[in-house]
């Protein structure tokens, strides 16, 4: 597939259709990808990677690039990165017509961290075939089944179905049933001093290094509420944990109806805060009181918490919360 | 050398803890270790490394420098200062402890940090060596010896064995108020798993970089005006992570918190220089790009630090930013791209 | 350095009964940036007034908190005062103790408490206040009143009167609305077009009333004083102004068996018609769904027999827009459909009606010329049984929760016009009670009981079987005898209740007017702007915002007039400067204030930047029409990056609140 | 325990002057009527109040008066705050920080030329002063100063004080020609240029960095050299300890190496400035 794909791309590159790529960068280790902008077929062809390890959401980084570049810059999406595509879109954050998208396949992405927590941390390479992940160390080679390191957002994957693209590499994929709710409910269900030791305990990892707010395809702010001295919420860390905590709760509103579920802030979160679930509980929510909503399934659709229709006359805007537990 | 069974080990704790404050690391729920207070019960991690460094420890995370109040036109500064219990910190890597020593040469010259000295002097640490470095490891790079790391005391676990050398008058202290723990046995199954580490270290993929050029003031310029930072940083998100697992950063910022009852408290927490607003004045901003933002990063570390700290890096090799950065930038993709690798 | 004043007033005993006024006035003294701070026994009095004003003036003070009533109540007496002082009124801020305090809590060390709590969240939002001017904005002096029933047409006339221009809407090919279906009003009992016609032709002679009928308003922009509305004139196929209304086409019309919807479908017109006699304008119009030239291409007679050429078969709808500075609100009602009763079989026999058929079956302009025979075979109804309360105060999915208001009333005429006119026919009324609260109602509806022997059942039907003779076999239940009654009937007359007319909704979303759940619509305040729609510029006349009769919708109507005309009257409107603003440099142009905003006030434009690095950015960024905007902070809180904000109600100004409140 | 260096004193304004529409002077001493602590031409001190946070400000009065006085420019929380006080307010104090000019080494017995734009005189206004205090120390005094317009002109009085100096040479310049304003109209790097200054004189230079910028050009243009030229660069500090990382340059930090630089020592590091 990474040859097809690079052998495609150099074309586009040559019929000066494009005069960059923004793909995933070889490392140091086939699973140490940097995403990074090829500004030359040759650059390309010689460090373009596509493998399992290809996990990085490129859509946000167009923003800069269709805001100041010239030129048409082309992306590779998965399958789940083309909602995140369309909702940037949907919020005249990227311009289409400066970005050309060739929709990569997804089969699962795999997690390095579980990987070496299974086989140790001296890998020098890994890779997957079919079902089975071999593993280079300093020791020998050593094999994993693929399904006990799969990356956690992959088992839940909603859609394997490119919504938006120029070029797909591949089968068209289907929305799959994800079951993602599932971990939700498990919250749910939780009392709610149960459910509160578990965010508290969760959260009180946060380092406060705002990785996930900065990799997150929809906090895309000009310029963030937490960074900006006149929003009265600015403070790199408060002196009181729960205030500090407050930062995710603050921050999954901000993203309420717009998260697409992408998973990026879970996958970066280097103290693995399962930060996705917050979101998730919003999606849920919204999709029960006002149907089922994916954010940035087509670019038509506005999300029911952030849209004004004719209809909302007061107080018809009100319904009735009859899914509510 | 003084030894320890580690059945004993959860023992030893429970003594240390009667008189001090202890903290190890310890694996926490998502399989990964954190140093935390020892409780009984707390299970000693091996893993090789924290995911947070342990600077903590001595430059907090967040601090309270002192409160401040204001009555109609009157202001007053109180002191919240406390002493400070004795506290020791074990299992310490080589790497994090060499970091101490680079955050001393920020915080301990002139003038003294006395938050940062009044932990310090009150800290003690038994550092631990490693077994089985990772791939991301690269301190011997450093000249870091991570099989004899320092620390006021050294210590290494080899089978079911600790073994303990105190390197400091803090540490013989430490040896002698403890002694009834420990018996004295021959060193050389420590001896044994030096070499074998040591074997394992040479084997390392980043252990040979080329440092040349780097840390020198006479080529300061030639690496900040380089073109590569351009492409290195292009899509550096601009978060803290490598700021905030790295155990020698050493930025700060100061901040007043409105407690709401009508103090403020002034604290100070870690900054990092990777933030748009790290270096925000009143009118302007001398790095307005995250590129600026991005080399003064790895240039403080590689180059500035070392002038102005005889040719000590401000880097221990402890790969916590090669496993933690959401993009995979990494400051050995930056050694390599501006050393002659 | 703020100099803020905090005067806390007693209200009499209203808040001082409850709150320790002093207490509250003494604790705010010590509030950051307080250095006046009284307590007095009726602040919005002359020499409350006088109190702040002086103050202000002798204490130079930045801002000022009254703690007292509702801003609601008071806010602008204040605000006069403080500008009187020479202090901006958007430097004073009011904390509601007596409303949202003293007169919800017993306790008064709680109730104190609470006061000055509530007083520190407005001397926070006031050190917070920045002085602000409204703007300006001219009035278009041209009204649009749509509806043109008898609150309408009511309305139109008084504006008109007053000297200003009115374009008057109607659906309907014709004005008078459904007053014209009317036989008799009660309690007087004069004929419904004795009273009406001579309105509705003052209204066509009337030089400054633009008649718009068969009309339908589409869209409605801009705000009070200027809004634009643009009206669909609907193909009607015959030029009004040259149609003479002689009729000739109608009677040569083929298609003579096109349901009459004026008189119910209970007879039958020709596909071109005049809706009736009284009809203004008196044009005919050509219903396009039967015309066979229109849907077939062939015919073509009334063309032909026109003399005037007043036919158009290639008439279309088109749009028209036009300015107005105020809209008056008269869409009215109509009867429920009564269908979902089954009990009632109306759907199973002609001779089970409505009460507004019954008034066509009256009508010397009805089917049959005035005298009542029952529809399915002309027969002179000997029995006929009244059921009130059809779908009204009911409270299963078929019909009304409330009272429809009139239905006693005419029911009560109808018996009694029936006795008077056929002294023969049995009359039974069935009712759940009778309500007669208007003047001169009760003694009417005693008439009909006492003079006129209508049999007043307490009571309802129960079923109504068909039979074959067309006569109504009617089972039904009275609850004070505690009887089953079997009745069979020659006509059975249902009191339909009251909705509103279908139009409302489109109209209420382009007004951004609000409804209630029955799709009535709301006024501003119950009771103190019950003709005025919480939308500035929008006001409501008779029945459209609940069920009335014709005397309170003309009363209403003529009130709805004078609130419009003392906007006409005035040259430039003074704005709400509390409106949103966004904050361009921390705006990032994804829509989602537009997306929320219900008066449609937010564009984008394309402006350009220069960015933290020194670098030029065309970017897209929020831009808000302050005239358009009503300050409803919609889009504040859909706005991710805080770029937007209120005027007077800015994020900082609330968290300044809420943090002082959680002290 | 110590006192900490982060840890501040606290003052009283005593005095506020408005000088411009946005800059007010402001005197400070101890609450014992004495000044805080004893400082040099051209460093800074870092003012703060509880919920404002802190700023560093430069010293605007001389070290030979016996107050401690600050120019400031309403730019911020803590700068608007300050804007708004009385006087009788306390402020938390803590400072002094940086190298001062060097004006008892090589500046001594030299003509200066000071260069300035703006709230860039305020902390030039020290060294003059101070240089004003001991006139037989130094050479010829020539000051240019320009602004965007003449309500923007800083401690206007104490110009004409100046001006009125036989041994001083006051030249000021406005952006933009204003009713009622007969002196000369034109940016700072151009009226230098005009005004065509001898190469005898040392310069001390202040103000926004564009104007630095094209002043310096000119300057060059004239024939100085870069080690005649000084600046400072006040602004970077933060914590004024050499600790919280910001204020460099290069391997130089603001706070402890600076803020006062001379060209030539600039141009050895990273055009990061």
Same mark, same amino acid.
């Given at each position: 597939?990474?040859?097809?794909?690079?052998?495609?791309?150099?074309?586009?590159?040559?019929?000066?259709?494009?005069?960059?790529?923004?793909?995933?960068?070889?490392?140091?280790?086939?699973?140490?990808?940097?995403?990074? @902008?090829?500004?030359?077929?040759?650059?390309?062809?010689?460090?373009?990677?596509?493998?399992?390890?290809?996990?990085?959401?490129?859509?946000?980084?167009?923003?800069?690039?269709?805001?100041?570049?010239?030129?048409?810059?082309?992306?590779?999406?998965?399958?789940?990165?083309?909602?995140?595509?369309?909702?940037?879109?949907?919020?005249?954050? @990227?311009?289409?017509?400066?970005?050309?998208?060739?929709?990569?396949?997804?089969?699962?992405?795999?997690?390095?961290?579980?990987?070496?927590?299974?086989?140790?941390?001296?890998?020098?390479?890994?890779?997957?075939?079919?079902?089975?992940?071999?593993?280079?160390?300093?020791?020998?080679?050593?094999?994993?089944?693929?399904?006990?390191? @799969?990356?956690?957002?992959?088992?839940?994957?909603?859609?394997?179905?490119?919504?938006?693209?120029?070029?797909?590499?591949?089968?068209?994929?289907?929305?799959?049933?994800?079951?993602?709710?599932?971990?939700?409910?498990?919250?749910?269900?939780?009392?709610?001093?149960?459910?509160?030791?578990?965010?508290?305990?969760?959260?009180?990892?946060?380092?406060?290094?705002?990785?996930?707010?900065?990799?997150?395809?929809?906090?895309?702010?000009?310029?963030?509420?937490?960074?900006?001295?006149?929003?009265?919420?600015?403070?790199?860390?408060?002196?009181?944990?729960?205030?500090?905590?407050?930062?995710?709760?603050?921050?999954?509103?901000?993203?309420?109806?717009?998260?697409?579920?992408?998973?990026?802030?879970?996958?970066?979160?280097?103290?693995?805060?399962?930060?996705?679930?917050?979101?998730?509980?919003?999606?849920?929510?919204?999709?029960?009181?006002?149907?089922?909503?994916?954010?940035?399934?087509?670019?038509?659709?506005?999300?029911?918490?952030?849209?004004?229709?004719?209809?909302?006359?007061?107080?018809?805007?009100?319904?009735?919360?009859?899914?509510?537990? | 050398?003084?030894?320890?069974?580690?059945?004993?080990?959860?023992? /030893?704790?429970?003594?240390?803890?009667?008189?001090?404050?202890?903290?190890?690391?310890?694996?926490?729920?998502?399989?990964?270790?954190?140093?935390?207070?020892?409780?009984?019960?707390?299970?000693?991690?091996?893993? #090789?490394?924290?995911?947070?460094?342990?600077?903590?420890?001595? /430059?907090?995370?967040?601090?309270?420098?002192?409160?401040?109040?204001?009555?109609?036109?009157?202001?007053?500064?109180?002191?919240?200062?406390?002493?400070?219990?004795?506290?020791?910190?074990?299992?310490?890597?080589?790497?994090?402890?060499?970091?101490?020593?680079?955050?001393?040469?920020?915080?301990?010259?002139?003038?003294?940090?006395?938050?940062?000295?009044?932990?310090?002097?009150?800290?003690?640490?038994?550092?631990?060596?490693?077994?089985?470095?990772?791939?991301?490891? /690269?301190?011997? #790079?450093?000249?870091?010896?991570?099989?004899?790391?320092?620390?006021?005391?050294?210590?290494?676990?080899?089978?079911?064995?600790?073994?303990?050398? *105190?390197?400091?008058?803090?540490?013989?202290? /430490?040896?002698?108020?403890?002694?009834?723990?420990?018996?004295?046995?021959?060193?050389?199954?420590?001896?044994?798993?030096?070499?074998?580490?040591?074997?394992?270290?040479?084997?390392?993929?980043?252990?040979?970089?080329?440092?040349?050029?780097?840390?020198?003031?006479?080529?300061?310029?030639?690496?900040?005006?380089?073109?590569?930072?351009?492409?290195?940083?292009?899509?550096?998100?601009?978060?803290?992570?490598?700021?905030?697992?790295? *155990?020698?950063?050493?930025?700060?910022?100061?901040?007043?918190?409105?407690?709401?009852?009508?103090?403020?408290?002034?604290?100070?927490?870690?900054?990092?220089?990777?933030?748009?607003?790290?270096?925000?004045?009143?009118?302007?901003? *001398?790095?307005?790009?995250?590129?600026?933002?991005?080399?003064?990063?790895?240039?403080?570390?590689?180059?500035?630090?070392?002038?102005?700290?005889?040719?000590?890096?401000?880097?221990?090799?402890?790969?916590?930013? #090669?496993?933690?950065?959401?993009?995979?930038?990494?400051?050995?993709?930056?050694?390599?791209?501006?050393?002659?690798? | 350095?703020?100099?803020?004043?905090? $005067?806390?007033?007693?209200?009499?005993?209203?808040?001082?009964?409850?709150?320790?006024?002093?207490?509250?006035?003494?604790?705010?003294?010590?509030?950051?940036?307080?250095?006046?701070?009284?307590?007095?026994?009726?602040?919005?009095?002359?020499?409350?007034?006088?109190?702040?004003?002086?103050?202000?003036?002798?204490?130079?003070?930045?801002?000022?908190?009254?703690?007292?009533?509702?801003?609601?109540?008071?806010?602008?007496? $204040?605000?006069?005062?403080?500008?009187?002082?020479?202090?901006?009124?958007?430097?004073?801020?009011?904390?509601?103790?007596?409303?949202?305090?003293?007169?919800?809590?017993?306790?008064?060390?709680?109730?104190?408490?609470?006061?000055?709590?509530?007083?520190?969240?407005?001397?926070?939002?006031?050190?917070?206040?920045?002085?602000?001017?409204?703007?300006?904005?001219?009035?278009?002096?041209?009204?649009?009143?749509?509806?043109?029933?008898?609150?309408?047409?009511?309305?139109?006339?008084?504006?008109?009167?007053?000297?200003?221009?009115?374009?008057?809407?109607?659906?309907?090919?014709?004005?008078?609305?459904?007053?014209?279906?009317?036989?008799?009003?009660?309690?007087?009992?004069?004929?419904?077009?004795?009273?009406?016609?001579?309105?509705?032709?003052?209204?066509?002679?009337?030089?400054?009333?633009?008649?718009?009928?068969?009309?339908?308003?589409?869209?409605?922009?801009?705000?009070?004083?200027?809004?634009?509305?643009?009206?669909?004139?609907?193909?009607?196929?015959?030029?009004?102004?040259?149609?003479?209304?002689?009729?000739?086409?109608?009677?040569?019309?083929?298609?003579?068996?096109?349901?009459?919807?004026?008189?119910?479908?209970?007879?039958?017109?020709?596909?071109?018609?005049?809706?009736?006699?009284?009809?203004?304008?008196?044009?005919?119009?050509?219903?396009?769904?039967?015309?066979?030239?229109?849907?077939?291409?062939?015919?073509?007679?009334?063309?032909?027999?026109?003399?005037?050429?007043?036919?158009?078969?290639?008439?279309?709808?088109?749009?028209?827009?036009?300015?107005?500075?105020?809209?008056?609100?008269?869409?009215?009602?109509?009867?429920?459909?009564?269908?979902? $009763?089954?009990?009632?079989?109306?759907?199973?026999?002609?001779?089970?009606?409505?009460?507004?058929?019954?008034?066509?079956?009256?009508?010397?302009?009805?089917?049959?010329?005035?005298?009542?025979?029952?529809?399915?075979?002309?027969?002179?109804?000997?029995?006929?049984?009244?059921?009130?309360?059809?779908?009204?105060?009911?409270?299963?999915?078929?019909?009304?929760?409330?009272?429809?208001?009139?239905?006693?009333?005419?029911?009560?005429?109808?018996?009694?016009?029936?006795?008077?006119?056929?002294?023969?026919?049995?009359?039974?009324?069935?009712?759940?009670?009778?309500?007669?609260?208007?003047?001169?109602?009760?003694?009417?509806?005693?008439?009909?009981?006492?003079?006129?022997?209508?049999?007043?059942?307490?009571?309802?039907?129960?079923?109504?079987?068909?039979?074959?003779?067309?006569?109504?076999?009617?089972?039904?239940?009275?609850?004070?005898?505690?009887?089953?009654?079997?009745?069979?009937?020659?006509?059975?007359?249902?009191?339909?209740?009251?909705?509103?007319?279908?139009?409302?909704?489109?109209?209420?979303?382009?007004?951004?007017?609000?409804?209630?759940?029955?799709?009535?619509?709301?006024?501003?305040?119950?009771?103190?702007?019950?003709?005025?729609?919480?939308?500035?510029?929008?006001?409501?006349?008779?029945?459209?915002?609940?069920?009335?009769?014709?005397?309170?919708?003309?009363?209403?109507?003529?009130?709805?007039?004078?609130?419009?005309?003392?906007?006409?009257?005035?040259?430039?409107?003074?704005?709400?400067?509390?409106?949103?603003?966004?904050?361009?440099?921390?705006?990032?142009?994804?829509?989602?204030?537009?997306?929320?905003?219900?008066?449609?006030?937010?564009?984008?434009?394309?402006?350009?930047?220069?960015?933290?690095?020194?670098?030029?950015?065309?970017?897209?960024?929020?831009?808000?029409?302050?005239?358009?905007?009503?300050?409803?902070?919609?889009?504040?809180?859909?706005?991710?990056?805080?770029?937007?904000?209120?005027?007077?109600?800015?994020?900082?100004?609330?968290?300044?609140?809420?943090?002082?409140?959680?002290? | 325990?110590?006192?900490?260096?982060?840890?501040?004193?606290?003052?009283?304004?005593?005095?506020?002057?408005?000088?411009?529409?946005?800059?007010?002077?402001?005197?400070?001493?101890?609450?014992?009527?004495?000044?805080?602590?004893?400082?040099?031409?051209?460093?800074?001190?870092?003012?703060?109040?509880?919920?404002?946070?802190?700023?560093?400000?430069?010293?605007?009065?001389?070290?030979?008066?016996?107050?401690?006085?600050?120019?400031?420019?309403?730019?911020?929380?803590?700068?608007?705050?300050?804007?708004?006080?009385?006087?009788?307010?306390?402020?938390?104090?803590?400072?002094?920080?940086?190298?001062?000019?060097?004006?008892?080494?090589?500046?001594?017995?030299?003509?200066?030329?000071?260069?300035?734009?703006?709230?860039?005189?305020?902390?030039?206004?020290?060294?003059?002063?101070?240089?004003?205090?001991?006139?037989?120390?130094?050479?010829?005094?020539?000051?240019?100063?320009?602004?965007?317009?003449?309500?923007?002109?800083?401690?206007?009085?104490?110009?004409?004080?100046?001006?009125?100096?036989?041994?001083?040479?006051?030249?000021?310049?406005?952006?933009?020609?204003?009713?009622?304003?007969?002196?000369?109209?034109?940016?700072?790097?151009?009226?230098?240029?005009?005004?065509?200054?001898?190469?005898?004189?040392?310069?001390?230079?202040?103000?926004?960095?564009?104007?630095?910028?094209?002043?310096?050009?000119?300057?060059?243009?004239?024939?100085?050299?870069?080690?005649?030229?000084?600046?400072?660069?006040?602004?970077?500090?933060?914590?004024?300890?050499?600790?919280?990382?910001?204020?460099?340059?290069?391997?130089?930090?603001?706070?402890?190496?600076?803020?006062?630089?001379?060209?030539?020592?600039?141009?050895?590091?990273?055009?990061?400035?």
């Amino acid at each position: 597939m990474q040859s097809e794909i690079i052998k495609r791309t150099v074309e586009l590159f040559n019929s000066e259709e494009i005069v960059r790529a923004i793909g995933w960068r070889k490392g140091d280790f086939d699973y140490d990808l940097n995403p990074s @902008i090829f500004k030359s077929s040759e650059d390309l062809e010689k460090n373009f990677v596509y493998n399992d390890f290809s996990s990085a959401n490129l859509s946000k980084f167009l923003i800069k690039i269709s805001q100041k570049e010239d030129g048409k810059t082309l992306v590779f999406l998965k399958s789940c990165d083309t909602y995140s595509f369309n909702s940037l879109l949907q919020e005249h954050r @990227i311009s289409r017509d400066k970005i050309y998208i060739i929709g990569v396949p997804c089969e699962e992405n795999l997690d390095p961290s579980k990987i070496k927590a299974a086989l140790g941390e001296d890998v020098l390479s890994m890779s997957c075939d079919g079902e089975t992940v071999t593993v280079e160390t300093l020791d020998g080679t050593k094999t994993i089944s693929k399904s006990e390191v @799969i990356l956690d957002r992959c088992l839940a994957c909603k859609s394997r179905k490119h919504v938006v693209y120029d070029e797909l590499f591949g089968e068209e994929g289907e929305v799959l049933d994800s079951k993602r709710f599932d971990q939700v409910e498990i919250l749910e269900n939780m009392k709610p001093e149960e459910r509160y030791s578990f965010w508290r305990t969760e959260l009180s990892r946060c380092i406060g290094c705002n990785a996930c707010r900065d990799i997150c395809p929809a906090c895309t702010c000009e310029k963030c509420v937490f960074d900006n001295r006149d929003s009265g919420v600015e403070n790199k860390v408060a002196t009181n944990d729960f205030e500090e905590n407050m930062f995710h709760i603050i921050r999954a509103f901000h993203v309420a109806g717009r998260c697409t579920d992408c998973g990026e802030c879970s996958r970066v979160c280097p103290e693995d805060i399962p930060l996705h679930l917050l979101n998730r509980k919003f999606i849920k929510d919204i999709n029960e009181f006002y149907g089922n909503y994916q954010a940035g399934d087509d670019i038509e659709t506005l999300a029911p918490l952030t849209r004004f229709d004719a209809v909302d006359v007061e107080p018809s805007i009100v319904k009735t919360r009859e899914n509510v537990k | 050398m003084l030894t320890l069974n580690a059945s004993q080990l959860d023992e /030893f704790f429970a003594l240390i803890e009667k008189k001090r404050e202890l903290y190890l690391p310890v694996e926490n729920k998502t399989g990964k270790s954190e140093y935390k207070r020892w409780v009984e019960g707390d299970k000693y991690s091996t893993a #090789l490394r924290t995911v947070k460094s342990a600077k903590n420890f001595f /430059f907090a995370k967040s601090e309270n420098l002192y409160d401040l109040k204001m009555d109609h036109k009157n202001v007053e500064v109180i002191d919240t200062r406390e002493d400070i219990k004795e506290f020791v910190i074990f299992g310490v890597r080589g790497c994090d402890v060499k970091s101490f020593d680079i955050l001393d040469n920020v915080y301990l010259q002139d003038p003294v940090d006395t938050y940062y000295k009044n932990r310090r002097d009150h800290g003690l640490v038994i550092s631990m060596a490693c077994s089985k470095p990772a791939t991301t490891c /690269f301190c011997a #790079l450093f000249d870091i010896d991570a099989t004899s790391p320092n620390g006021d005391i050294q210590a290494w676990n080899v089978e079911d064995k600790f073994y303990f050398n *105190p390197l400091t008058e803090k540490g013989d202290a /430490f040896v002698e108020e403890f002694k009834e723990c420990f018996t004295d046995e021959d060193s050389k199954p420590v001896e044994k798993q030096k070499e074998e580490t040591l074997n394992i270290i040479e084997r390392l993929p980043f252990v040979n970089l080329n440092m040349e050029g780097f840390g020198v003031e006479d080529k300061l310029k030639a690496i900040f005006d380089r073109p590569e930072w351009e492409d290195l940083s292009s899509t550096c998100i601009g978060c803290g992570t490598c700021t905030y697992v790295c *155990p020698t950063c050493q930025c700060f910022d100061i901040k007043d918190f409105n407690v709401g009852d009508g103090s403020i408290k002034r604290f100070r927490c870690w900054d990092s220089c990777m933030y748009s607003d790290f270096t925000q004045m009143a009118a302007a901003n *001398p790095r307005l790009t995250q590129t600026a933002r991005f080399r003064q990063r790895f240039m403080h570390k590689l180059v500035y630090y070392p002038i102005k700290n005889e040719g000590i890096y401000g880097c221990v090799g402890c790969g916590r930013c #090669l496993v933690s950065c959401p993009v995979q930038m990494n400051i050995v993709k930056v050694i390599k791209a501006m050393g002659d690798n | 350095m703020q100099k803020i004043g905090v $005067f806390v007033c007693h209200c009499g005993t209203n808040i001082s009964a409850t709150v320790d006024v002093a207490k509250v006035a003494e604790t705010l003294a010590k509030e950051p940036g307080v250095i006046y701070s009284t307590d007095y026994q009726f602040m919005c009095s002359l020499a409350g007034q006088n109190l702040i004003i002086d103050k202000i003036k002798e204490l130079d003070l930045t801002g000022v908190v009254i703690c007292s009533c509702s801003p609601r109540m008071h806010e602008l007496t $204040f605000r006069k005062a403080a500008d009187k002082a020479g202090l901006n009124g958007f430097l004073l801020e009011m904390a509601n103790i007596r409303e949202q305090d003293a007169w919800v809590h017993k306790d008064r060390e709680e109730a104190t408490l609470k006061a000055v709590a509530l007083g520190r969240a407005a001397i926070a939002k006031v050190a917070l206040n920045e002085a602000l001017i409204p703007g300006e904005s001219k009035v278009t002096k041209r009204a649009l009143v749509i509806g043109a029933g008898i609150a309408g047409m009511q309305a139109a006339l008084d504006i008109a009167d007053a000297g200003f221009s009115v374009d008057l809407v109607d659906i309907e090919p014709t004005i008078g609305g459904l007053m014209t279906q009317v036989d008799k009003t009660f309690p007087t009992l004069d004929c419904a077009s004795c009273i009406l016609t001579p309105k509705m032709v003052d209204v066509q002679q009337h030089e400054l009333i633009n008649l718009m009928t068969f009309c339908e308003v589409e869209k409605v922009e801009g705000y009070i004083g200027n809004f634009i509305a643009t009206i669909k004139k609907k193909a009607r196929y015959v030029d009004p102004d040259a149609c003479t209304g002689c009729g000739l086409c109608t009677q040569k019309c083929p298609t003579k068996n096109v349901l009459n919807s004026f008189n119910l479908n209970l007879d039958n017109r020709s596909a071109i018609y005049i809706p009736f006699p009284q009809a203004v304008p008196l044009v005919a119009i050509i219903d396009a769904a039967h015309c066979k030239k229109l849907q077939e291409g062939k015919c073509g007679v009334c063309a032909a027999v026109c003399a005037p050429k007043a036919i158009h078969y290639d008439d279309c709808d088109k749009l028209v827009e036009n300015k107005y500075g105020a809209i008056v609100v008269a869409t009215g009602f109509n009867p429920i459909e009564v269908h979902a $009763f089954n009990e009632f079989a109306y759907d199973q026999s002609p001779n089970v009606i409505t009460s507004l058929e019954y008034e066509r079956l009256m009508s010397a302009t009805g089917p049959n010329g005035g005298t009542v025979l029952r529809p399915s075979d002309k027969k002179h109804p000997k029995t006929i049984v009244f059921q009130q309360c059809v779908g009204s105060r009911d409270t299963t999915s078929r019909g009304k929760t409330y009272c429809s208001g009139i239905c006693c009333m005419y029911t009560a005429k109808h018996a009694m016009l029936t006795r008077e006119k056929y002294p023969d026919t049995d009359v039974y009324v069935f009712y759940t009670d009778i309500r007669t609260p208007g003047k001169g109602f009760d003694e009417f509806h005693r008439r009909a009981v006492e003079q006129y022997g209508v049999h007043y059942i307490k009571g309802s039907i129960g079923k109504v079987v068909p039979m074959s003779n067309g006569n109504l076999k009617v089972q039904a239940s009275d609850l004070l005898m505690q009887r089953q009654l079997h009745i069979e009937a020659d006509l059975v007359v249902l009191a339909a209740a009251m909705e509103p007319d279908k139009s409302a909704k489109h109209l209420a979303q382009q007004l951004t007017a609000s409804m209630d759940n029955d799709g009535w619509f709301t006024e501003s305040h119950p009771k103190l702007r019950p003709v005025e729609s919480p939308t500035a510029g929008v006001f409501l006349a008779g029945a459209c915002q609940g069920p009335k009769d014709i005397p309170s919708t003309v009363a209403q109507a003529g009130a709805a007039a004078s609130k419009a005309i003392i906007l006409l009257i005035k040259d430039k409107l003074k704005g709400n400067p509390c409106v949103a603003h966004s904050a361009e440099n921390m705006c990032n142009g994804c829509g989602a204030c537009a997306n929320v905003c219900p008066y449609s006030a937010i564009t984008y434009v394309e402006k350009e930047f220069r960015m933290p690095d020194r670098t030029t950015l065309i970017r897209r960024v929020a831009s808000v029409n302050p005239a358009v905007c009503q300050g409803c902070g919609a889009c504040t809180v859909a706005c991710p990056s805080g770029a937007m904000d209120i005027f007077g109600f800015s994020n900082k100004q609330i968290m300044g609140e809420v943090d002082a409140i959680c002290q | 325990m110590d006192k900490d260096a982060l840890m501040p004193y606290v003052g009283v304004i005593t005095e506020i002057t408005r000088e411009t529409p946005d800059v007010k002077t402001f005197r400070v001493l101890g609450k014992d009527g004495k000044k805080l602590f004893i400082h040099e031409p051209g460093q800074c001190a870092m003012l703060s109040a509880p919920g404002y946070g802190e700023a560093m400000i430069s010293i605007t009065s001389s070290p030979t008066e016996d107050y401690m006085e600050f120019s400031i420019k309403n730019a911020g929380k803590l700068t608007g705050w300050l804007h708004s006080v009385e006087v009788g307010q306390q402020v938390a104090v803590r400072g002094p920080y940086g190298k001062s000019f060097p004006v008892d080494t090589d500046l001594k017995g030299k003509d200066l030329l000071f260069i300035a734009g703006g709230i860039g005189l305020a902390p030039l206004h020290s060294v003059i002063n101070y240089c004003r205090a001991k006139r037989s120390d130094y050479g010829k005094i020539k000051i240019v100063y320009g602004s965007r317009s003449a309500n923007d002109l800083v401690d206007y009085k104490e110009l004409q004080e100046w001006a009125n100096e036989p041994s001083m040479d006051v030249n000021l310049t406005i952006d933009r020609p204003q009713e009622g304003w007969d002196g000369n109209v034109g940016f700072v790097p151009t009226y230098v240029k005009e005004l065509n200054p001898e190469l005898s004189y040392t310069v001390i230079i202040c103000g926004p960095p564009i104007m630095i910028k094209f002043t310096l050009q000119g300057l060059k243009e004239l024939g100085f050299k870069d080690t005649q030229v000084y600046t400072t660069m006040e602004m970077r500090m933060k914590c004024g300890v050499g600790k919280c990382g910001r204020c460099n340059i290069g391997d130089k930090y603001v706070c402890k190496d600076g803020p006062v630089f001379r060209f030539d020592e600039l141009g050895e590091l990273p055009n990061e400035y």
